[in-house]
Every structure is written in structure tokens, then in C-alpha cells.
């Protein structure tokens, strides 16, 4: 089994590269989300409308952020993964969809917990919020086509078309939902980005965005390691029972 | 025309298949595969075929990558796998006659005599025995010319007679300058046909 | 090249008109889930004529749904696929004959009878002849982003379940889009820049899916 042996090798470059920055990425992680949390829940001021609500913000904006900067991630590693063949680009792929997913997930949670307070029900059809839920179909569709082959290869290349097709559809869609909502909704609704935002907020905020790129990368590492590890394991064991 | 293949490697989900298979064919050769079950016969048909892309080395026809330029091998070479790409509601002519307009030349009514289908001809090919099936598949391969015959089991449910058919019809392409790559577990007995042992034999021409 | 287009989208047709049930299943279920939503909502006149527009999309994209995961499967049990992947015409072309075919047996049937259906709705002359000019523009997005899914999940098992899941959320344009065309035509308001977006859309997915399917394909055979 000499066969092919630089595909599987390729990783390790990858593997040592991601061990030596682990650490420092889950500090990093823990550090700025325990800032951003306490300056987002303690010293940000509270809105002259929306009261302790509008802390909600610092938990819901930058998920939605991710929501989105991961599908477009997992975007560009599947055209690498389908021009450079590069394992570990459709590997990533894969890796980052359940974590976008979850951000995504966290992103509709708190928008309809922070919904509840600001206009008087957990769910509005408003713009972003569908732009959401869209976008979490739009990863369970691709988790859904990974799980359904046996041939991880193949699986790879399958979902790589899908997730660039759906890159592709991603701009109309936001576009057809924000022009549906503006059709649809009364524009009295206040939106979740509301009047200007001043500096005492913005800055916890972008500490939470920087908290969730890393918690995302040290997820990831840890998601990649595993699926290399999980391959392998398989290559070990079928060249074992081939021998 | 010339059909050349080296150093393919077959991977199938994370299974070897095949290792290092070479082979090379010129106007007028045939090579038989052979090879126990699971030696990847069918495998490396289909790689030559344009279907399986090989992990490793690449399959050349008149000297250019069939996977660079995918155009230049189109339409050359005529496959028969172990389905018989027939449609049940069809009948037998007009699966050939799709087939045949498919490649862009149509002696339907020829390829129909020569494989004796001509009295089952107007019958839906869903209510066909196994052996007419095939040879309405096989009989594609008259139908419309192609230079390259890739033939994975186009014996399998024939009877002797067919067989010998068959073989006639094989023999009668090579003499025309054509070529084949077939799989079959019963030696043809057509002159000139040289072998290609998936089992680690090498090749003889 | 040509006449191996043709002459595939001729086999699907025969195939179509021989195998006459799929035909008249999709047509039948399209029926059946529309006359649904008067017995859900209510028989008032006024909110029939509201929802009208939306029950039709939604019917129509569920009912293209149902014969999709057809598209290719078919060929691919039967070892025809192979022959279509390696055959003279561009895999490109093989995708836009299926989906030529597709639009003809499965979405232009529902396109015929949707005058029917929108009557019964209680909706408007104008409203009427939207919804026809909206689903004539529209709905070959609907064939050629069900392709890429077709693509994708040929050959797999629970293919059709998962080819809604992928596909439903790329036709949200189309739906809101040829929504908006006869509600704009009821109210009587322009409705050309609806339109002229239906017909974008399709284009769009001209020029996208045929190539993404085919990849998906050369995929499936692999």
C-alpha cells in the first residue's frame, strides 16, 4: 500500500502547523470571550429603548456573522479542493460546516429570544433572520449530502459542487428576501441594526467577533485532526485486511 | 489510431484495485483482460473508457490524455457494460435506433440482421430474454462504427451460437482496423487477440 | 451534435408519453395540493384571492419536486448514463436535453392547467395571465437548479429526500419573485421588472447549472 501515499502524507504538514497554533487559539478564544462577555453584559450601556434586552446583541450580531463568513469559507476551500485537489481543502470543508451551522443555529436562537422582548413575538419574518433560517437549510442540505455516500472522496467533490452552487444562489436569495421583506413587512419594524452605532457598543462587539473567529478556529483544528485521523484509521484498517 | 495506457492505478473508495496496469493497442489489436473476480477487470474497462478517473497515470488515445482533452476521444469507442442500457417500453429498434442517431450513424436494420433480432425487432424490450437483450446491446457495436470496442462480459448469457456470432463479428472489426479491450471468462478464439493478466502476468501480444 | 440533442430529448418524450403515468401522477398531485388549501383555510373568497398566488408557486415548485429525482436515475440503474457520459455529445448538452425534457413532461402540464386551479381561487383575469407569463419565465430556473440535486444524488439511497432538502432553498428566488409578478398584475401595478428577474434567473441558471450537473454526473458514474 506505497500507493498514493503523498495524498495521506500531505496533512502532516498541516497537522503540525495546526498543533503549534492550538494553544494559542483557544486562549485566545477563552481570553476575548470572557471580555467580550463582560463588556458586553456589564459595561456596555443599556439602550434607552430596548433595556438589558439589546445586550443579546453581543451574542447574536457577530453569529450571524459566522453564519455567514463560514459557508463563504467552506465556499473557497471547495473550489480549492476541486481545482488543486488538495485533501485537506475538501476536508475543511467538512470540518467547518457544523460549526457555520451552529453559529447559524445560535444566530435564530437569540434572534427570536431578543424578538421575544422587542416586538412582542419569538418569531418575525424580517429580512435577516429569514436570510438565516435559509442559510441553515442551506447547511443541512450539505451535511445531509456528505453523510449520504460511502466513498469519501467522492462525497467530497459532490458536496464541493453543492456548496459552490449554493455560494453562487447565496447573493440573489439575500437579495430576494430583503426585497420580499420590504414588500411585506410594515417598515415601522424597527431592524436589528437600529440607529447608529455608537463606540461603547461596537467595541464589545467587535471583541465578540474576534472571540468566535477563534473559539471557530480552535474547533476546527480539532474537527480537521479528526477527520485526517479518521482517514487514516479506514486506510489502516483496509490495507490490513487486504494483507 | 492507437490506444495506449500507462501506469494506471485504480482506487476505489480506499481499496487498490489495481496497480501499475499498462497496455497498448494499435489498429487491428485486441487485448483479452484477464483476472480473478475483484482483480478490477471492469475497473479498468471503465478507466479506459473515460468513465473511472484513475488515481494515478492516464489513458492516452492517438497520443493525447483522454482526460485533457476529453473531446478528441468522444464518440470513438463504443462500451458494453454489464447493463443493457435498454428502455423496457422501448422496443428493440428504437433502442438501437436512439443509440445509433446517438453516435451520429444509423444501419439499424443491418445490425438487426447480423445478430439475427430482426423477427423480435418491434417487440418492447422490457418482455426480451436475457440473451436477446444482450445482443441488442451488442449489436450497437454494428450499427453505428466506432474504431474502439471496450466489451466488459459481452458474452455473458449468450449461447454458443452467439458466441461464435460474436466472435465472427469481433474478428471481422479487427480486420477492418479496428480495435477491442474485452473482459470475458471464456477464450473468444479469435486470431491475433493478445492478453493482459490483472493478476500480475503482464502482457502478451 | 445536434441531432444526438434532439434525438435524446425525442427518446424522453417517447419514454414520457409510453410511460404516461408519471405524467399524469405530477399533474394529479399538483391538483390535489392545491385544492388542499380552500379546505385548510376556508372557503372566504377575499383570502383565497390573497394566498392564490403563493398556493400555485409552492404547488408547482413541489410538484416539479416529484419528478426530479427521476431525471437521471433512470439511466443510471440501466447502465444508460455510461453511454450518454462517454457518447459524442458534451455532458453540458446531455444535462440540457434532460432538463428541456423535464420542463416539457413534468412543469409545461402544470403550466396548462394552472388557469383552472387559479380560477377556482378566485383569482383575477390579469392575475391569471401573470401567473402564466410568470411560471413560463420561472420555471426553467426551477428545471435547471433541480438538475445540479438530480446530479448530486443520483444513485444514492434516500436521493429524493435529500434532493428536496438541497433544492428547495435555491428556488426561493423563483417563489418570491413569481409571487410578487401576479400579485403586482392584480393590483394593477407594473410587473415588467419581476418578470424581467424570472427570466434573469433562468438565464442565470442556464449559464451555472448545466455545467455544475454535468460535474455531478461524471461524479455519479465515477
Given amino acids: ?108 436562537v437569540t434572534g427570536a429570544l431578543w424578538g421575544q422582548p422587542m416586538w412582542g413575538t419569538y418569531w418575525v419574518w424580517d429580512a435577516r433572520l429569514t436570510s438565516m433560517l435559509i442559510l441553515l437549510f442551506l447547511y443541512l442540505g450539505y451535511m445531509a449530502l456528505w453523510g449520504s455516500f460511502d466513498d469519501h472522496s467522492k462525497a467530497a467533490r459532490a458536496a464541493a459542487i453543492l456548496v459552490l452552487v449554493g455560494a453562487i444562489n447565496i447573493p440573489v436569495i439575500k437579495f430576494s428576501v430583503d426585497w420580499w421583506n420590504t ?61 | ?47 479506459v473508457a473515460g468513465l473511472l478517473k484513475p488515481a494515478r497515470g492516464s489513458v492516452c488515445w492517438n497520443g493525447i490524455d483522454i482526460r485533457e482533452d476529453p473531446d478528441a476521444y468522444q464518440g470513438h469507442c463504443h462500451y458494453i457494460g454489464h447493463q443493457d442500457a435498454l428502455k ?57 462504427p466506432a474504431p474502439l470496442w471496450i466489451l466488459d462480459e459481452p458474452i455473458s448469457s449468450l449461447d454458443t451460437h452467439y458466441i461464435r456470432l460474436f466472435a465472427d463479428c469481433l474478428a471481422a472489426h479487427l480486420k477492418d482496423g479496428g480495435m477491442a479491450l474485452f473482459a470475458t471468462h471464456q477464450d473468444l478464439q479469435v486470431d491475433g487477440v493478445g492478453y493482459l493478466d490483472l493478476n500480475g502476468g503482464g502482457t502478451r501480444e | ?37 380552500p379546505l385548510g383555510v376556508g372557503p372566504e373568497l377575499n383570502i383565497l384571492q390573497r394566498i392564490g398566488p403563493g398556493v400555485l408557486w409552492v404547488g408547482a415548485l413541489l410538484s416539479c419536486l416529484l419528478t426530479l429525482d427521476r431525471m437521471f436515475q433512470a439511466d443510471f440503474e440501466d447502465g444508460s448514463l455510461d453511454l450518454l457520459m462517454i457518447g459524442r455529445v458534451p455532458v453540458e448538452l446531455v444535462v440540457l436535453a434532460k432538463v428541456v425534457s423535464h420542463w416539457l413532461t413534468s412543469i409545461l402540464p402544470l403550466i396548462l392547467i394552472t388557469p383552472l386551479l387559479a380560477v377556482s381561487l378566485n383569482m383575477p383575469f390579469d392575475g391569471i395571465v401573470a401567473m402564466e407569463f410568470a411560471l413560463l419565465l420561472g420555471s ?48 394593477v401595478l407594473p410587473m415588467a421588472s419581476h418578470l424581467s428577474l424570472l427570466a434573469a434567473m433562468s438565464l442565470g441558471a442556464l449559464v451555472v447549472c448545466p455545467v455544475a450537473a454535468a460535474a455531478a454526473l461524471r461524479l455519479a458514474v465515477d
Fill in chain 1, 1 to 108: 500500500m506505497a500507493i498514493d501515499f503523498h495524498k495521506y502524507a500531505n496533512p502532516t504538514r498541516f497537522l503540525r502547523l495546526a498543533s503549534a497554533v492550538f494553544p494559542w487559539v483557544t486562549g485566545a478564544a477563552v481570553l476575548l470571550l470572557v471580555t467580550g462577555l463582560y463588556m458586553g453584559l456589564f459595561v456596555a450601556p443599556e439602550d434607552y429603548q430596548q433595556g438589558e434586552t439589546v445586550r443579546i446583541m453581543f451574542v447574536h450580531v457577530p453569529a450571524a456573522w459566522m453564519g455567514m463568513s463560514v459557508y463563504t469559507m467552506m465556499a473557497v476551500s471547495a473550489a480549492a479542493g476541486l481545482i488543486w485537489k488538495h485533501p485537506v481543502a475538501d476536508l475543511s470543508a467538512k470540518a467547518a460546516a457544523p460549526i457555520g451551522a451552529c453559529f447559524t443555529l445560535l444566530a435564530l
Fill in chain 1, 183 to 243: 414588500l411585506h413587512q410594515p417598515a415601522s419594524v424597527a431592524t436589528l441594526d437600529g440607529p447608529k452605532i455608537h463606540g461603547s457598543i461596537l467595541t464589545p462587539l467587535l471583541v465578540m467577533g474576534a472571540a468566535y473567529m477563534m473559539l471557530f478556529l480552535s474547533v476546527f483544528i480539532i474537527r480537521v485532526k479528526a477527520e485526517i485521523m479518521d482517514r487514516r484509521l479506514q486506510i489502516m484498517k483496509i490495507s490490513q485486511l487486504q494483507e
Fill in chain 2, 1 to 47: 489510431m492507437s490506444l495506449t495506457a500507462t501506469d494506471l492505478t485504480c482506487i476505489r473508495g480506499d481499496r487498490l484495485v489495481f496497480d501499475k496496469a499498462a497496455l497498448s493497442l494499435s489498429a487491428g489489436q485486441a487485448l483479452w483482460v484477464k483476472g480473478k473476480n475483484g482483480a478490477g477487470k471492469t475497473s479498468l474497462l471503465r478507466v
Fill in chain 2, 88 to 144: 423496457p417500453v422501448l422496443t428493440a429498434r428504437e433502442n438501437l435506433t436512439f443509440w445509433s442517431t446517438y453516435a451520429g450513424v444509423s444501419r439499424v436494420a443491418e445490425a438487426l440482421e447480423i445478430f439475427e433480432l430482426s423477427r423480435i425487432a418491434d417487440m418492447p424490450a422490457g418482455i426480451l430474454s436475457a440473451g436477446q437483450k444482450k445482443r441488442t446491446n451488442l449489436a450497437r457495436l454494428v450499427a453505428s
Fill in chain 3, 1 to 37: 451534435m445536434m441531432a444526438g440533442f434532439l434525438g435524446l430529448v425525442r427518446r424522453e418524450l417517447l419514454l414520457a408519453f409510453r410511460q404516461g403515468s408519471a405524467l399524469t401522477l405530477t399533474l394529479a398531485f399538483f391538483v390535489i395540493a392545491v385544492t388542499l388549501f
Fill in chain 3, 140 to 187: 426553467p430556473a426551477l428545471s435547471l437548479i433541480g438538475s445540479v440535486g438530480a446530479g448530486l444524488t443520483v444513485g444514492l439511497r434516500r436521493g429524493g429526500v435529500l434532493l428536496s432538502l438541497m433544492v428547495l432553498p435555491l428556488y426561493i428566488p423563483v417563489l418570491i419573485f413569481g409571487v410578487a409578478a401576479v400579485e403586482a398584475a392584480i393590483a
